[in-house]
């Protein structure tokens, strides 16, 4: 009986130092996470940062331990608890932050704008140069053109070969010139003797000569088109 009492007594007293023991270490585990993380948590992801094993209510203790000593802070919204790292807030040295912040904003928009511009003058380069043929295209053209030169030198040679077949003899021209003179000096005889006529009617006739040769239905030469190079 006194065995198993002593026994007791000894597992009472190595619990008890084990309690002892392990509070400082999870409160010690708790910080350090907390510090680092330097951002607000609910006690579900504090225990899952810093292990299950370690026991919800622990932590649960832990964090309201580090409130008390002022290294936490904690804030309720609706039912959860929120706890986040007390911030050690120094004017100067946050407005120096903030200063230094601006400038390096400042400088990065500043550049942000160097390259937008860059960038639509490449742009607008890459529009220009898309316009331009390519080396495949530019073959393809030459090589129409080339064949359209082939067929116009071979349709010139053709029209050589039939100028030459129809080349008129001296005798030929004299004849054509002949009956040219001819039909001239008939048109120009015909031309006159209506024009006469005209003339004649007009006399007693209460309108112009225009009208007169609407009236009669006459149509002139320029009605029709009709122009001629007269040889005298």
């Known amino acids: 009986m006194s065995v198993v ?27 350090e996470f907390m510090l680092k993380a330097n951002r607000p948590y609910a ?59 601006k400038q390096k904003l400042a400088q990065v928009r500043q550049v942000l704008k160097s390259k937008e511009n860059q960038l639509s003058e490449m742009q607008t380069k890459l529009r220009s140069l898309s316009k331009i043929k390519t080396v495949a295209q530019l073959e393809e053209e030459k090589e129409n053109l080339m064949d359209d030169i082939r067929n116009i030198n ?20 004299k004849k054509i010139e002949a009956k040219y003179a001819n039909v001239s000096t008939a048109y120009r005889k015909r031309k006159r003797i209506c024009t006469d006529m005209l003339d004649a009617i007009l006399e007693g006739y209460p309108k112009t000569k225009k009208a007169l040769i609407a009236d009669i239905g006459l149509e002139t030469d320029d009605d029709v088109g009709f122009k001629i190079e007269l040889k005298r």
Not at 7 to 23: C, G, I, P, T, Y
Not at 60 to 78: E, R
Not at 157 to 163: S, T
């Open 154 to 173: 071979e349709r010139l040679r053709h029209y050589e070969a039939q100028e030459k077949e129809a080349k008129l003899s001296a005798q030929d021209v």
């Open 43 to 101: 006690i579900n992801d504090v225990v899952d940062g810093c292990g299950k094993d370690l026991g919800k209510s622990a932590i649960q203790k832990s964090l309201d331990s580090l409130v008390d000593k002022d290294i936490l802070i904690m804030k309720m919204y609706g039912k959860n608890k929120i706890y986040f790292p007390k911030q050690n807030t120094n004017t100067a040295e946050l407005k120096k932050d903030v200063f230094l912040a």
């Open 5 to 31: 009492i002593k026994h007791l007594h000894e597992r009472n007293d190595s619990a008890l130092v084990m309690v002892h023991m392990s509070k400082p270490s999870v409160v010690k585990i708790v910080q």
